[in-house]
């Protein structure tokens, strides 16, 4: 394996605000890895909305920082207790604690990594773990969805919206999926949204239409604001609001008693928690690349961006326009 160098590219924020804060810098230090961390070369790196709560000031952060929070590459050096025996030379993909990924090397804890299969690419691979763990967390864990169960996916055409369709119809639940446009109600369609909402349909009619005036068990909210009040008028008695996202914005606060009125359960989970330790975190991942490899479901890159474009890649992501899974290569 070639030798290490001392400086690489990467992409840093020193002051929160638009997608121009985002600045790409060519002497960045590589960093050196603590005991228990791994240093991986990174080939693809993910990009996702919570990096730009994080860029935005949503969500605080340290500055300096490099954002970025997922990414697959090949570990070239490894701490010195490598607790789980990776190798120097593994293809693996991981979650890191904080921002760091939008880089040429990463340092990141060996805890929430995994070795990729020789099925896998690797661009599939950084395409899948962040926002596949969220979806297949929240199918799991924030409401253990049944068979026969109604769900509504809100923006069923965006990254962790089209893994909530492919997951939820893999294990026999009935999709209801909105989207802002006639071309995502499409791909929302064909992912498994077995009803679609179009952006100039009254959602609330809409699902008491398909469901009989019963509402649905559960809805998966990743737009936040402009949703959220949606979103609760259109769940049944003991349904489930899964509040996951603020794509729109930070839904208001809300009155405890009015869960009352439906024994509304309400939650607003992070995957994080879900997979905070070792074995809950390779579970998961086993079970995500199960549903890739052996069940076929899709995972749908929107396109992979240069590094040096992650303005770019921020600017679509917020437009609502695009559908899966943007990528960074970070070679």
Same mark, same amino acid.
């Given at each position: 394996?070639?030798?290490?160098?001392?400086?690489?590219?990467?992409?840093?924020?020193?002051?929160?605000?638009?997608?121009? &804060?985002?600045?790409?810098?060519? =002497?960045?230090?590589?960093?050196?890895?603590?005991? =228990?961390?791994?240093? *991986?070369?990174?080939?693809?790196?993910g990009v996702n909305y919570i990096d730009t709560y994080f860029r935005d000031g949503t969500y605080k952060t340290s500055l300096p920082a490099i954002l970025g929070r997922e990414a697959a590459g090949k570990i070239v050096t490894l701490g010195s207790s490598n607790p789980y025996n990776f190798r120097i030379g593994d293809r693996v993909v991981y979650m890191h604690d904080s921002n760091a990924t939008y880089?040429?090397?990463?340092?990141?804890?060996?805890?929430?990594v995994f070795k990729i299969s020789d099925g896998v690419e690797s661009s599939t691979a950084a395409a899948s773990l962040l926002q596949g763990l969220t979806a297949l967390t929240l199918i799991r864990e924030a409401h253990p969805v049944k068979e026969g169960e109604w769900a509504l996916v809100h923006a069923?055409?965006?990254?962790?919206?089209?893994?909530?369709?492919?997951?939820?119809?893999?294990?026999?639940?009935? #999709?209801?999926?909105?989207?802002?446009?006639?071309?995502?109600?499409?791909?929302?369609?064909?992912?498994?949204?077995?009803?679609? #909402?179009?952006?100039?349909? =009254?959602i609330g009619d809409r699902v008491k239409s398909i469901t009989g005036d019963e509402g649905v068990h559960v809805v998966f909210d990743g737009v936040g604001k402009s949703?959220?009040?949606?979103?609760?008028?259109?769940?049944?008695?003991?349904?489930?609001? &899964?509040?996951?996202?603020?794509?729109?914005? #930070?839904?208001?606060?809300?009155?405890?008693?009015?869960?009352?009125?439906?024994?509304?359960?309400?939650?607003?989970?992070?995957?994080?928690?879900? #997979?905070?330790?070792?074995?809950?975190?390779?579970?998961?991942?086993?079970?995500?690349?199960?549903?890739? *490899?052996?069940?076929?479901?899709?995972?749908?890159?929107?396109?992979?961006?240069?590094?040096?474009?992650?303005?770019?890649?921020?600017?679509?992501l917020e437009s609502r326009k695009t559908m899966g899974k943007l990528l960074l290569r970070c070679e």
């Open positions: 394996m070639p030798p290490i160098p001392k400086l690489m590219h990467g992409i840093l924020i020193s002051k929160l605000g638009s997608p121009e &804060v985002l600045e790409y810098r060519t =002497d960045l230090p590589i960093p050196v890895p603590k005991d =228990d961390e791994i240093l *991986v070369e990174n080939e693809f790196a880089s040429e090397y990463t340092a990141t804890p060996s805890l929430r069923a055409a965006g990254g962790v919206g089209l893994w909530l369709c492919q997951l939820l119809r893999a294990v026999g639940a009935r #999709v209801i999926g909105t989207a802002s446009t006639l071309e995502k109600l499409e791909i929302a369609r064909s992912a498994g949204a077995e009803w679609v #909402v179009g952006p100039k349909e =009254d949703t959220f009040d949606i979103s609760m008028g259109c769940l049944r008695r003991k349904g489930s609001m &899964v509040s996951f996202g603020n794509a729109s914005g #930070v839904a208001e606060p809300v009155a405890l008693l009015r869960l009352g009125q439906k024994n509304i359960k309400l939650t607003r989970p992070v995957v994080n928690n879900y #997979v905070s330790t070792r074995e809950e975190f390779v579970h998961y991942c086993t079970e995500l690349f199960k549903f890739i *490899v052996d069940d076929g479901i899709q995972v749908k890159i929107h396109k992979i961006y240069p590094l040096k474009d992650a303005v770019q890649a921020h600017t679509d």
